[in-house]
């Protein structure tokens, strides 16, 4: 079997050693089984012929019969054209070439009969198709008709005359090969059980199905399987790290009890208590925690996270919590201090600002386990950052670490792993959490603290500046400050520059009244923190920024959030500016700023952000927009290389498949069973190909 798929892609008809090397480049084909499962974005639906009195200008590309009975070519230079009617027994179609007009002309031979297919569109009062494609009537591609796959391709491989057609001749010739040697990787019991088509079977209707049924089937037999075997390699690392890695066990819950009763400033949410007995749970239970924690902006994790501390620091050892910036390590570590002490607990902060003489005295408080909490940013990493005792480490907003960079943090302790908490505000969908972080176990803080009024969000166009001046004003003037962003332009650091100190600008002559900051990617980290650190003291009223201000900065008073060019950011990074304002108990409000002309997309994020405030639902709205790859950054994770299955609308499927996979462990968790050896082999030859993601945390 694997010597007919691992033959080499030049030895499929037309392909050769030039074109060989073009598709290895382009496309990643290097084989036969490459091929194989190269698959089609969509298909074209051949499956009738239409007569010309049925077409009109609202239907899909559509198939028809029809002779040609007159050629012309029109216009000169750069308009030119060649127009053509076809007619058949029902009327007749206006077919227009702008470009390959002299090939096309050579090639149409009139009153002969061809299959054609195209787009009815309107020009004037007459119908027109615009560039065809078309073939000779011979005695079978009339006869019945097909659904015919559409494969991507580019441009160079177009240049060579590799386009979706070419590339589908070499999927049915490699089909014809290799099919009788592609094994069952699935047990029977569960092909069984699950309804799946074979996997042989699967193959040859996802390229070349006779209906859309059969195509619907090859396609959930195919997403099923792929995503079955990233649940199991997930599931599989989440028990073997389960026996594997113990956990220091954490039950003296006599700091946890004093704080209650005599420090905690508010009522926690039931959400908030939710989380903390799952992690508590976690904590004694003698193996190693490793939790995701997901809450949108403002959920009140930073507290939770500090509850899960004095877990730790009950018995002894101590925790850390680590950011990805400076401005967000300074932010939690102001949001921790007045609790730490409180409960006479030492805290320190270290980040690439921290001073020699200072980190001197930080590293030995912390060997000696004087110093109970340590806050930082990649600092923490660093080899003299020794811990008498590890017992906690917090990582917010990780997917903004490496997978090296994380895993730094597992060696803080000579004996024992310590616990491991990550935290983001960034809601992820759920087909994406059991998918990046299927070996994680999740904590969803899915409700707002009492008091908080939802943030209002409005969208103007240019022609409301004069209204949203008026507002600014009156926001300024009440006592609240506000913050104006604008995107990055991400060509060119120049533009991006010139954007925000243009913009700077435009507020300082519009407002000379009020005091007006910027900051920038491009300044200094000194005077970044020395400018949001006269907002957040009320000395200067309007802050002008790019998205640096994106993650972490808490300023309660901060009203107003104006997006300017709403429409250059994606949803997930509206929805994060969104909540740099809601924090106090005044009503905040967001305004998107944008111009009149706006793509469908961009439209759709808009109203989704004037719609709704809930994280999750953005969320699953981006997904469906954008992809998975784009949402978390992991296309270049590659973690998420799927060919076939769509987290976006693929959710039960995924969710079938997690179930499932926990069900065929259960019964046989090191795969050891007769029946399981082919579904080893193919688990065993993919972990190969990638890199182990154990140690996500």
């Known amino acids: 079997m694997s010597k007919i798929l691992h033959t080499s892609i030049e030895f499929i008809p037309g392909v050769g050693p030039t074109k060989g090397l073009l598709l290895q480049k382009e496309l990643g084909l290097f084989n036969y089984q490459d091929v194989l499962h190269y698959y089609p974005f969509r298909h074209e639906d051949r499956t009738r012929f239409y007569t010309i009195q049925e077409l009109t200008p609202n239907m899909p590309a559509v198939q028809f019969v029809a002779k040609l009975v007159n050629m012309q070519t029109l216009g000169g230079g750069r308009k030119k054209r060649l127009v053509c009617i076809a007619k058949d027994q029902t009327g007749s179609i206006e077919l227009v070439w702008f470009k390959g007009i002299s090939w096309v002309a050579r090639y149409l031979k009139p009153n002969v009969a061809y299959v054609f297919f195209g787009k009815p569109t309107r020009f004037g009062n007459k119908l027109n198709i615009a560039h065809p494609e078309l073939e000779p009537v011979t005695s079978t591609n009339t006869l019945s008709g097909q659904l015919k796959p559409v494969y991507p391709t580019t441009e160079k491989l177009k240049a060579k005359h590799l386009d979706s057609k070419a590339i589908g001749k070499m999927v049915a010739f490699v089909l014809t090969k290799a099919l009788p040697y592609i094994n069952e990787p699935l047990p029977a019991y569960l092909c069984q059980q699950l309804k799946l088509m074979p996997k042989a079977e699967a193959l040859k209707h996802l390229h070349f199905p006779p209906n859309a049924e059969l195509l619907q089937k090859a396609r ?49 949410t039931n959400a908030q208590k939710r989380v903390i007995k799952e992690i508590y749970k976690d904590m004694k239970s003698g193996t190693q925690m490793n939790r995701l924690l997901q809450g949108d902006v403002g959920s009140g994790k930073t507290i939770v996270a500090f509850i899960c501390m004095l877990m730790v620091l009950g018995s002894g050892a101590q925790a850390a919590l680590m950011a990805p910036t400076e401005i967000l390590s300074e932010q939690h570590y102001q949001s921790l201090k007045p609790y730490a002490r409180a409960m006479g607990l030492q805290i320190a ?98 409700e707002l603290p009492a008091g908080r009024k939802p943030i209002k969000t409005l969208h103007y166009y240019e022609s409301k500046r004069l209204r949203l001046q008026g507002f600014i004003k009156q926001q300024v003037t009440q006592g609240r400050q506000v913050y104006v962003v604008y995107p990055l332009v991400e060509e060119s650091e120049k533009l991006d520059l010139k954007a925000v100190t243009d913009g700077y600008e435009l507020i300082k002559r519009a407002f000379p009244q009020f005091h007006v900051s910027i900051v920038h990617g491009k ?51 509206l929805h994060q500016l969104r909540g740099r304002v809601g924090r106090g108990a005044e009503q905040s409000y967001c305004i998107l700023m944008t111009d009149v002309k706006l793509s469908a997309e961009a439209r759709t994020r808009l109203q989704t952000m004037v719609r709704t405030n809930n994280g999750f639902e953005i969320a699953e709205t981006d997904l469906r927009l954008r992809g998975p790859g784009d949402l978390m950054g992991t296309q270049q994770s590659g973690v998420l290389d799927l060919k076939i299955a769509d987290l976006a609308k693929d959710g039960q499927i995924l969710q079938l498949a997690r179930q499932t996979a926990q069900q065929l462990l259960a019964r046989d968790e090191h795969l050891e069973l007769p029946e399981h050896q082919a579904l080893k082999k193919e688990l065993n030859k993919q972990q190969k190909a990638q890199a182990n993601w154990s140690i996500i945390s």
């Open 349 to 446: 902060k270290l980040t690439g600002s921290t001073k020699a003489s200072e980190r001197k005295k930080l590293h030995l408080a912390l060997e000696t386990g004087v110093l109970h909490i340590l806050v930082g940013t990649h600092a923490l990493l660093e080899d003299k950052v020794q811990f008498k005792e590890l017992g906690l480490a917090i990582v917010d907003e990780q997917h903004r670490f490496g997978v090296a960079q994380r895993s730094k943090l597992w060696s803080k302790n000579k004996d024992m792993f310590p616990h491991v908490l990550v935290m983001t505000a960034t809601p992820i969908p759920r087909t994406l959490a059991m998918t990046l972080y299927g070996d994680l176990d999740v904590s969803v803080i899915d």
């Open 220 to 268: 959930f037999r195919l997403s099923f399987e792929e995503l079955f075997y990233v649940q199991l390699q997930l599931l599989s690392i989440k028990n073997g790290r389960a026996q594997k890695f113990k956990g220091r066990v954490f039950n003296n819950t006599a700091l946890l009890t004093k704080f209650y009763h005599n420090h905690l400033p508010f009522e926690l």
């Open 523 to 573: 300044a200094k980290a000194a005077d970044k923190a020395y400018e949001m650190e006269r907002f957040a003291k009320g000395e200067t009223h309007i802050m002008v920024a790019t998205t640096v201000i994106e993650v972490g900065v808490n300023i309660p008073n901060a009203t107003v959030m104006v997006i300017e060019n709403a429409e250059r950011f994606g949803l997930a990074q």
